[in-house]
């Protein structure tokens, strides 16, 4: 069974860094393309960022430049580095377990966590 566990969410001001954190079950992150999503308060979920299981990344416009996705696979762990967050960035961030196509485009998702919140003060 494929379990994702998030961590690192919390509040920060504007300006600020966190570091999210996804553990997954055995060799998730090495069959499976993850990603990371976000959902705020009465929008609809938002994919932020997805990692392949050939170590390509893709981001969202809203935050290149200042978001940063890896993943250790020895640790089964995926990672979102966020820097210069702002308000907008506020909402609970979740890791999926999913599909990419051939090409490197993310398809679906199959598994998820729990999700962690992130709140960016101004």
């Known amino acids: 069974q494929v379990q994702l566990m998030e961590s690192g969410g919390g509040s920060v001001q504007a300006g600020g860094s966190l570091r999210l954190s996804c553990v997954a079950s055995?060799?998730?992150?090495?069959?499976?393309?993850m990603a990371w999503f976000r959902q705020a308060p009465g929008k609809e979920r938002e994919r932020v960022s997805f990692?392949?299981?050939?170590?390509?990344?893709d981001y969202a416009d809203s935050v290149k430049g200042r978001f940063t996705v890896s993943v250790d696979r020895a640790k089964d762990t995926l990672y979102l580095q966020m820097s210069g967050l702002e308000p907008e960035d506020t909402a609970i961030y979740s890791c999926a377990a999913g599909v990419c196509t051939l090409d490197g485009s993310w398809s679906r998702a199959d598994y998820w966590g729990q999700g962690t919140q992130v709140t960016v003060s101004s």
């Open positions: 055995r060799y998730v992150t090495s069959n499976f393309c």
């Open positions: 990692i392949t299981e050939y170590d390509n990344t």
